[in-house]
């Protein structure tokens, strides 16, 4: 059973940048042909897609993000890495990650999940 696990700071101030860590346990992030993805959701909005890494290290953004976000990955500790810069209070969302098994920019194709961490933007 494939199991993720958000970690990071909950509390970033304006202008600066958001890392959160996806550590991965019960599978590889290199195994063919998955792709891990970080996803967020606004208060009493929609799950909104950010981005995604693939077993291969390509990666993947949204157009409306990709200016600010980049996805990184570390396999010697199965992990991959979040980083969206400049943010401010509309940053302040639960992040999840996830995995889904091909391509997809779909929150509800990705079959597992994190339990997602809030992050608070805030000086």
């Known amino acids: 059973q494939v199991q993720l696990q958000e970690s990071g700071p909950g509390l970033v101030k304006p202008s600066q940048t958001l890392s959160l860590t996806c550590t991965v346990s019960?599978?590889?992030?290199?195994?063919?042909?998955?792709?891990w993805g970080w996803i967020r959701q606004p208060p009493g909005k929609g799950l909104e897609w950010m981005g995604a890494?693939?077993?291969?290290?390509?990666?993947y953004y949204s157009p409306s993000l990709k200016s600010r976000t980049s996805i990184s990955r570390d396999t010697s500790k199965n992990q991959f890495t979040l980083q969206l810069s400049s943010v401010t209070p509309e940053d302040t969302v639960v992040y999840y990650c996830?995995?889904?098994?091909?391509?997809?920019?779909?929150?509800?194709?990705?079959?597992?999940w994190g339990q997602g961490t809030q992050v608070t933007v805030s000086s």
């Open positions: 996830a995995r889904v098994s091909y391509y997809s920019d779909q929150p509800n194709e990705y079959d597992y």
């Open positions: 019960g599978g590889s992030i290199t195994t063919n042909y998955y792709y």
């Open positions: 890494i693939a077993y291969s290290g390509s990666t």
